[in-house]
């Protein structure tokens, strides 16, 4: 399934919490740049036909929830990006972030306990 720059925005409003309403997804969107209210329908129309998400009627409203779970689809995005980009090949990713200086301490120490966690589970 794939998911746009634009329906993936939704999505993250809708990961955060839901049940939500259409009304509170473009509050929420709204934060940062404007949303029509149409467009977000739209949208959440195609999340719908997509099968990422689902929806309850309330009333006159519609409550929308996941069908996708946001884990589930940052493993299949990030297998799918180093695939494409590094031929499937996590070092030269990590790699790339550590020539640009782009990791920071913390994510340094992050990693080497991943290591270090992966190589027990090997011994």
């Known amino acids: 399934m794939e998911i746009s720059k634009t329906e993936l925005e939704v999505m993250q409003v809708i990961w955060k919490s839901f049940p939500v309403t259409a009304d509170i997804v473009i509050e929420n969107l709204n934060q940062t740049h404007i949303w029509h209210e149409k467009t977000v329908k ?16 309330k009333g006159r409203q519609y409550a929308y929830y996941p069908l996708l779970e946001k884990n589930d689809y940052q ?43 992966w190589d027990e589970k090997n011994d």
């Open 42 to 57: 739209t949208l959440l129309n195609r999340l719908i036909k997509k099968q990422a998400l689902s929806y309850e009627k």
């Open 75 to 117: 493993i299949k995005e990030t297998h799918s990006f180093v695939r494409r980009l590094f031929q499937g090949q996590i070092s030269p990713l990590i790699a790339s972030f550590a020539k640009h200086e782009s990791l920071s301490k913390d994510d340094i120490e992050e990693l080497k306990k991943l290591i270090k966690s």
